[in-house]
């Protein structure tokens, strides 16, 4: 199973630029968790921070109960094969096959014989649909192909946490539902932690269990998805539904004086782009049939069960909204409400 990863506190800057402050939050383990936020507001660096590349000034970063920034180099070293990252472009070496790609953790980090690793190299090329291209170079494949390519690399070594950045830079909407339906069902085969970075909303919206955001230096808020899908907070509303009016701008913030000016415009009949508002939770993915059941759909029903009382009421509604009549579970008031909440990921 996954393990859990938090951050108490951390703030990172680069000289006078901050990037972001006091960012608390929790992965829980063996779930998948979203973290969006326009372009520059620090989620690359966020996840940098999270495997010890990046060196917050302050704060804590506990993966596993151990705070990465009280650990030694040798520590720091070992804990960082509970990760897996899969980065932006893949990251392939040009002029390597995807074998060898795939293969390179496992030559660096281990003392695996070639036929203990041809097995693992091609069981995860097979686990991300690559098997049979394996003796491919990365410039003669697809965006999506290198995408899966990275991501066999990234769990080659059997990670707990699997980080992902920017999944869907470069694909398709297509390729990139189906890299989506690929997270939820290597996570359903080896119940890791995935924190995926993205500004696709579609993704958003569907995939992950938990979904956080970023925004003028700040973690706007972090939790179950229902919270943030039913926010009313003008950031969140405005980036779910790709509009122009509302707080985000071209240069991340705007002032007051645009944001009249776009919303006089609107109010004239100019069209503000993007989607028509989503109202409601849009049903989860889940893992294709024939997966083994995600094991996290238990435990994230059961954490939202104990905290449903602290919800604000639009999230708490959509939860009760999506639960079965009959049966009765404990809230956390002291009063019970119709119904277990069923199987969440399913919504």
Known sequence: MGVEVSTTGISKSFGAQTIWRDVS????????????????????????S????????SGAIHVDGTDIMMCSTAQLYEIRKLFGVLFQDGALFGSMSLFDNVAFPLREHTRKTES???????????????????????????????????????LVLDPEIILVDEPDSGLDPVRTTYISQLFLDINAQIDATFLIVTHNINLARTVPDNIGMLFRRELVMFGPREVLLTSEEPVVEQFLNGRMVGPIGMSEEKDEAQREREQALVEAGHHAG??????????????????????????RRARVREMLHTLPPAARAAVQASVAEGDEFEVGDGHTRPSAVPDLAER
């Not at 999270?50 to 000034?57: A, K, Q, S, T, V």
């Not at 097979?126 to 990275?150: F, V, Y």
């Open 274 to 299: 993007g989607v028509d508002r989503i109202e409601g939770i849009i049903p989860q993915m889940q893992a294709t049939p024939g997966m083994p059941e995600r094991r996290a759909v238990a435990r």
């Open 116 to 154: 203990q690793l041809r097995r693992i190299v091609l069981e995860k090329l097979e686990l991300t649909g690559l098997l049979g291209a394996e003796d491919k170079l990365p410039g003669e494949i697809s965006g999506g192909m290198r995408k899966r390519a990275g991501l066999a690399r990234a």
């Open 50 to 57: 999270l495997i010890g590349l990046l060196r917050p000034e």
């Open 25 to 48: 939050l929790t992965l829980p383990a063996g779930e998948v968790s979203v973290l969006l936020g326009p372009s520059g507001t620090g989620k690359s660096v966020f996840l940098k």
